[in-house]
């Protein structure tokens, strides 16, 4: 069974960057779509960005497009996202996730694993 394990959160100032890494196990992890949501506090889940098994097709949500960037190292089982330009509303847990045949990645049902996510926490 595919595992997945967030780290890279933390503590920043407005206008700061920082780099999430999710790092997988399991021998189908190079067929798997991969995604990142995020949850505020008091706030439902929502998709942040998502990338193709081949790192080939990636989506973003409008409020992160131009700011973060995903990325993917199939060899290494790795996941990235990274965080530029951030903002007090970018504060939230991060979680990542993957599914197989992703058809809607925006769509949190879409996806069967998941992380147990990391903070950002964006101060202004």
């Known amino acids: 069974q595919v595992q997945l394990v967030e780290s890279g959160g933390g503590l920043v100032q407005a206008g700061g960057s920082l780099r999430l890494s999710c790092a997988a196990s399991g021998r189908t992890f190079s067929s798997y779509d991969m995604g990142w949501f995020r949850q505020a506090p008091g706030k439902e889940r929502e998709f942040v960005a998502a990338i193709g098994w081949s790192g080939g097709n990636t989506i973003y949500a409008d409020s992160v497009k131009g700011r973060f960037t995903i990325s993917r190292d199939n060899a290494k089982k790795m996941v990235y996202l990274q965080m530029n330009s951030l903002k007090p509303e970018d504060t939230a847990v991060y979680y990542c996730?993957?599914?197989?045949?992703?058809?809607?990645?925006?769509?949190?049902?879409?996806?069967?694993?998941w992380g147990q996510g990391t903070q950002v926490t964006v101060s202004s």
């Open positions: 996730a993957g599914g197989v045949s992703v058809k809607i990645y925006g769509s949190s049902t879409e996806y069967r694993y």
